[in-house]
């Protein structure tokens, strides 16, 4: 089946020790998502990347940053994880900006 | 920005029963698109249904419907029958006609009582 897959689905690190979240898609979307999700809250798009174009959402955080390689493959870096960092983070992916994203299950990531 | 508002927090429903969740929106477009996104807990957020602004028709996909009230910018979702497993959490979206993200709310969490 189709599908949006992120690996881990918990991770634990420490404050200020970089983590990487991965993401990866059998859809052959062109559009792969980043959204930060806090406890009770709504997702909050982090960037997005139009094929290989990188776009930033203003107030997304330096700490931040992504990487994707290839078509299938999008990867989440938090240079320096700060106690505000402890999220879920979801990947998400569209074609183009038509209809609806299809989401993975998210990484739940716990900032020690 | 787009603003979407989900003025409940939490809701329960008897199995069997039907329960409408409430999703309010602000724009300044004419034309976008609602979701109703589906998180259950630990699982993935999945797509209930969908609808187009242009379309008059309020949109259904088996138990679930929705009320769409463009004018007052409502979009209430209806769920009939309701079933354990839609005990979840209930994200509102908005998305503007070529627009780079979904606008959530920030959900309502279903419990369906047995």
């Known amino acids: 089946d189709a599908m949006v897959i992120q690996n881990p689905r918990y991770q634990v690190t420490q404050f200020g020790k970089p983590v990487t979240l991965s993401c990866s898609q059998t859809?052959?979307?062109?559009?792969m998502y980043w959204y930060q999700q806090k406890s009770s809250q709504a997702p909050k798009l982090l960037f997005h990347y139009y094929d290989k174009d990188f776009n930033n959402e203003a107030d997304t955080p330096d700490n931040f940053q992504s990487r994707r390689p290839n078509t299938s493959f999008c990867f989440l870096d938090i240079r320096s994880p700060g106690l505000g960092d402890a999220a879920m983070y979801l990947c998400?992916?569209?074609?183009?900006?038509?209809?609806?994203?299809?989401f993975g299950p998210g990484t739940r990531l716990t900032v020690l | 920005a787009q603003t979407v508002t989900q003025s409940q927090p939490e809701m329960s429903v008897q199995e069997a029963e039907t329960v409408t969740l409430s999703c309010t929106y602000d724009t300044s477009e004419s034309d976008y698109y609602l979701f109703w996104y589906k998180q259950p807990p630990s699982r993935q957020m999945i797509l209930v249904i969908r609808?187009?602004?242009?379309?008059?028709q309020n949109a259904t996909e088996n138990r679930f419907s929705v009320n769409f009230q463009k004018a007052a910018k409502s979009f209430s979702l209806k769920i009939s029958d309701s079933q354990l497993g839609d005990a979840a959490m209930y994200f509102c979206a908005y998305r503007s006609i070529g627009g780079n993200q979904f606008y959530f709310g920030t959900g309502t969490s279903l419990t369906v009582i047995p």
């Open positions: 859809l052959n979307h062109n559009v």
């Open positions: 998400a992916t569209s074609r183009d900006f038509i209809l609806e994203g299809f």
């Open positions: 609808q187009e602004a242009y379309k008059q």
